[in-house]
């Protein structure tokens, strides 16, 4: 029975800022003058010229991201916004304040993305736009999407806060829509300690967005170095010199006492809220320190990306031909990055316990349904697939710094499970 070596565990995920970035941040902290707002405009240089667009604007959120956009768009009030539930709650919350009203369409059970035809079922004379997910770093079909929005002249709007640098028939995601949006938080491949990116194809719209960010306070010193510390932490504990004899034995061991606790641990929020207006936290203007970790993620994306697609692929063909059923359907057409590579397994805390004993920590999506939480039961709708998702959904860790041969070593243990429950 295969089973990884004790110096070499896997850790769930790992971040994607290196060590001596967030010190070298830190110091910067302590000592530095005030922000040098060029180096912001150099990441937005920077960040849109990968996409292949004319301008970028950076954000403090993904969520304020979002905002500004439907804020710039000047919808009227109760305009109806069609989306798919699994996201978080936040994104949902703004969505609210901003005065429009979320209508959530369920997913395509095999895809995990938006479906099409279910969309255009959605579509009432209230819905002025479409916000696709592109859920875990998965390339949506654009083609289909597309079409409905032009044939009820909506706008469409792109979450790729999972996706940067996918692709869809040869063109990057995000470039689609009217607009896109990223979030470059610490989990994220393009990570800024938090922040956000839009993208937009008409000027007047990206400069409406530009002046409702630039507008935003200066950020607190300390809310920067709180981030910076919890990166840091983060960091050192999915280390590989610390994981697999320290952290790892500790999560191993709460997972089996206590696998909240270390839900709550991972979550940036574990408590959602219905909120009526944005909190300040979420209201800094983007920081010149933050522009330059992203353009150190810039540099290295591309081979980080492709090491992540190339540990896809090893899972895809030891797991692709025995259990295609437990894997996601991808379509022709699509380039994904794999942010996360998702394996169905609705035997939930027992496979975790097998995996963990064999030296494989892993996690369910911590996104939640938002169609189906409590604090919008006023919006709710049944949506079956997507609930089934966040149940089963499991990520097998592809991250770009994991080994091709832990990887294989991982699909045999996967394996074994599945052999043992037959
Ligand atoms: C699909 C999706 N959209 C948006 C966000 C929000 O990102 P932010 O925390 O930058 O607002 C997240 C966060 O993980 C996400 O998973």
Redesign the pocket.
């Known amino acids: 029975m295969t089973t990884l070596p004790w110096y070499d565990r896997i850790p769930r995920t790992r971040i994607y800022l290196q060590l001596p970035e967030i010190i070298a941040g830190l110091a910067n902290l302590a000592t530095a003058a005030e922000n040098v707002e060029h180096q912001v405009d150099a990441f937005e240089r920077a960040f849109a010229d990968m996409m292949g667009v004319e301008q970028a604007v950076a954000e403090p959120?993904?969520?304020m991201a979002l905002y500004h956009l439907v804020m710039a768009l000047r919808l009227p009030a109760g305009s109806e916004i069609v989306m798919t539930p699994v996201?978080?709650h936040?994104?949902v919350n703004v969505l609210l304040i901003a005065g429009l009203k979320p209508v959530f369409v369920d997913i395509d059970p095999l895809t995990y993305q938006m479906d099409p035809q279910r969309l255009e079922q959605a579509v009432t004379p209230y819905t002025r736009v479409v916000l696709v997910?592109h859920l875990f770093g998965l390339a949506t079909d654009m083609d289909a999407i597309q079409r409905v929005c032009h044939r009820h002249s909506l706008v469409l709007l792109e979450?790729c806060?999972?996706a940067f640098n996918a692709a869809w028939d040869g063109k990057k995601l995000g470039t689609f829509g009217d607009a896109g949006f990223f979030?470059l938080?610490s989990l994220k491949t393009v990570s800024t300690g938090?922040g956000?990116m839009v993208i937009a194809k008409d000027s007047q719209l990206i400069a409406q967005v530009r002046q409702q960010a630039r507008r935003l306070p200066q950020v607190n010193k300390r809310h920067l170095a709180t981030i910076l510390i919890r990166n840091l932490i983060v960091n050192l504990a999915t280390h590989p010199l610390l994981f697999s004899w320290s952290t790892f034995p500790v999560i191993r061991w709460l997972g089996q006492r206590s696998p909240e606790t270390i839900r709550k641990l991972q979550t940036d929020n574990p408590n959602v809220w219905r909120l009526q207006e944005l909190p300040p936290q979420w209201l800094w203007r983007f920081t010149s320190l933050q522009a330059g970790l992203g353009l150190k993620c810039l540099s290295r994306i591309d081979d980080w990306d492709q090491r992540r697609r190339r540990n896809a692929q090893i899972l895809l063909d030891h797991l692709g031909q025995v259990v295609p059923e437990r894997l996601v359907k991808l379509l022709p057409g699509s380039y994904n990055v794999y942010w996360r590579f998702p394996f169905r397994a609705p035997e939930g805390a027992k496979f975790r316990r097998f995996m963990a004993l064999r030296g494989v920590d892993l996690t369910t999506t911590l996104?939640p349904c938002c169609s189906t939480l409590p604090i919008f039961a006023d919006i709710a709708r049944p949506t079956p697939y997507a609930q089934q998702a966040v149940q089963e959904v499991h990520f097998l860790p592809v991250h770009p710094t994991i080994p091709p041969q832990r990887i294989e070593e991982m699909a045999r243990i996967v394996l074994a499970f599945l052999q043992q429950g037959k």
């Open positions: 959120y993904a969520r996201t978080i936040d994104i997910t979450d806060s999972h979030s938080s938090y956000g996104l």
